[in-house]
């Protein structure tokens, strides 16, 4: 367990290219800002209601790369496709559609593991634009 909680194995799968993330933020739900339901009929309170939507908002990572894979992965970018978040066995998978929107390798330094950060913006709509949203599995 103690690899799945430390990320070891974790890895990002976008198009034909796996890079193993090192860290990632943004991945999460969004319900939106609250609206208005305020009426004349109300006497006191301001009342409000839920969305009825939901937003997945982009994701950032910086994750190990192997440079002579920069030719795929920027071939990724702004491609909208199936992008498949591998996480440590027994933690599963999240499978999303969204687009590479930024990769930007850091700099190299002699005995240490190319990175690179980059961003994944999520789009909710498949190959076929059918709205389509996270799987988690």
């Known amino acids: 367990m103690a690899a799945a909680l ?7 799968s976008i198009g034909s290219s796996s ?9 999460g739900i969004d319900g939106g ?14 009342t409000y209601l839920p969305q009825t939507l939901v937003d997945v908002p982009n994701l950032s990572f910086t994750a190990a790369y192997e440079p002579d894979e920069f030719a795929a992965l920027v071939a990724e970018i702004n491609v909208n496709q199936q992008i498949t978040i591998n996480f ?19 700099e190299g330094t002699y ?27």
């Open 6 to 12: 430390e990320g070891l194995g974790t890895t990002i």
């Open 19 to 27: 890079i193993c993330f090192v860290s990632i933020a943004g991945l």
């Open 33 to 46: 800002e609250k609206l208005d339901a305020t009426c004349l009929d109300n006497t006191e309170w301001r």
């Open 88 to 106: 440590a066995a027994p933690l599963g998978s999240i499978t999303f559609y969204g687009f590479l929107k930024s990769f930007t390798p850091g």
């Open 111 to 137: 005995g240490e593991r190319w990175t690179a950060t980059g961003e994944i913006a999520v789009t909710n709509m498949n190959a076929s634009n059918v709205e389509t949203g996270p799987i988690y599995s």
